[in-house]
């Protein structure tokens, strides 16, 4: 057994108890509300991974086991920590206490009840279909994720469509197909990819707004390949 398995083991017996006691209280529609602060970084749809991997199927899935998931850290894979409730309570609570060394950009949720919740909601969400019959709804989590944090860029409208991209000296131009002009600080634009079904189609990249105060913009393109053909140094 490694150092790391071994302090994951001796962490879990010492938090069983209080776990259990937690779960039973759960209330999976105060949890939803909580699951909004995890949706930015994670999926309720199987093997649709974002900064972090799908949550779809996850009780009794080992930690960094996901086949579609390549960014898991050395010390989650190597921890034999098996997902269910009472792990699941105790990752919650402190991500670096149940695995040190992993790199989930998470401190945790302190309040015990608002963890339950959570657990709650995403024994539900995450059993095998329930995203389907999200989706067939057209609400819940499902819903948000279809028109918020990640949205379809296959077909995107002209004023999301670059035409061209522009730099010079600490700026870059973009033109959208609907013949607008956007001027952004070189640092305020970040220049992304996305290979995934929502991603754009080749050469066809998207404009998608990532500030609250329209400075900042993202332009992703489907390859990386492309980045550096579509930006003209043109001042």
């Known amino acids: 057994m490694t150092a790391i398995r071994a302090a994951t083991t001796a962490f879990f017996a010492g938090i069983l108890i209080a ?5 039973a209280d759960g209330n999976a529609t ?21 900064t972090g991997p799908s949550l779809a199927d996850l009780w009794g899935r080992k930690a960094g086991s996901l086949a579609s998931f390549d960014r898991y850290s050395a010390p989650l894979k190597a921890s034999g920590v098996v997902w269910n409730d009472d792990t699941l309570s105790a990752w919650i609570a402190d991500p670096q206490r149940v695995v040190p060394g992993n790199e989930m950009p998470f401190e945790g949720i302190k309040d015990a009840q608002q963890r339950a919740d959570l657990v709650a909601f995403l024994k539900q969400a995450t059993k095998p279909g329930a995203a389907s019959a999200r989706a067939q709804r057209g609400g819940g989590m499902a ?5 918020g944090q990640v949205p379809n860029l296959k077909e995107v409208k002209p004023a999301n469509l670059v035409r061209s991209i522009t730099y010079c000296k600490d700026s870059y131009t973009v033109t959208t ?10 640092r305020n ?3 992304k990819t996305d290979s995934s079904a929502d991603g754009p189609v080749k050469g066809a990249p998207a404009l998608v707004g990532a500030g609250m105060a329209g400075d900042r913009a993202d332009v992703i393109f489907a390859d990386p390949a492309e980045i550096s053909a579509a930006i003209s140094p043109k001042c």
Request: proline share 2%; aromatic share 6%; hydrophobic share 35%.
């Open 30 to 50: 105060r949890g939803q509300r909580v699951f909004r602060a995890c949706e930015v970084c994670h999926s309720l749809e199987p093997n649709r991974n974002m």
């Open 143 to 147: 819903g948000m994720m279809g028109g």
């Open 189 to 191: 634009l970040r220049l």
């Open 177 to 186: 197909a609907d013949g607008q002009i956007h001027k952004f600080w070189e």
């Open 19 to 23: 776990s259990q006691a937690h779960a």
